[in-house]
């Protein structure tokens, strides 16, 4: 299976390796859609989470649903065992917030699979096992 890779840059003005690995899992994913035809690979996205703006702008946010430690990919693809999968993106050594604990935790409770990943190969492994139910 192809693993696409992308080099993770903390220059300022660039994404983060947070980011990085996220587009690293969402070119397998797009790649995968065309390879396979297996559209569960193009429902895959990311959850626009992020808490960098001014007071009122997330003040706005929060208003409009954004909230604190949602996960940062969806899969809304059912499999034999789970709802949707979701994935939580950290690079070591960044720790889960506990919101982002809590929410993981609570997503699982109502049958859904939550994790956290910590690079983009470890979401794609993840990713598959789940799609083919070998979790």
């Not at 859609?33 to 626009?48: D, P, R, V, W």
């Not at 690079?91 to 609570?106: F, G, V």
């Not at 997503?107 to 994790?115: H, S």
Request: hydrophobic share 35%; with cysteine; net charge positive.
């Amino acid at each position: 299976m192809a693993r696409l890779t992308t080099k993770t840059s903390t220059k300022k003005g660039r994404s983060g390796p947070e980011e990085q690995q996220q587009i690293a899992f969402f070119d397998y994913c797009n790649y995968m859609t065309l390879a396979t035809k297996n559209m569960a690979y193009s429902l895959a996205f990311h959850i626009g989470n992020e808490r960098k703006a001014s007071i009122q702008r997330r003040i706005m946010m929060k208003r409009a649903g954004v909230k604190k430690g949602v996960p940062d990919i969806c899969v809304p693809v059912p499999n034999d065992k789970y709802h949707a999968l979701y994935i939580e993106m950290k690079i070591k050594p960044n720790r889960l917030s506990p919101e982002q604990a809590d929410y993981l935790r609570h997503l699982n409770q109502c049958g859904n699979y939550a994790v956290v990943a910590w690079s983009a190969d470890e979401a794609i492994e993840t990713l598959e096992k789940y799609l083919h139910n070998k979790l």
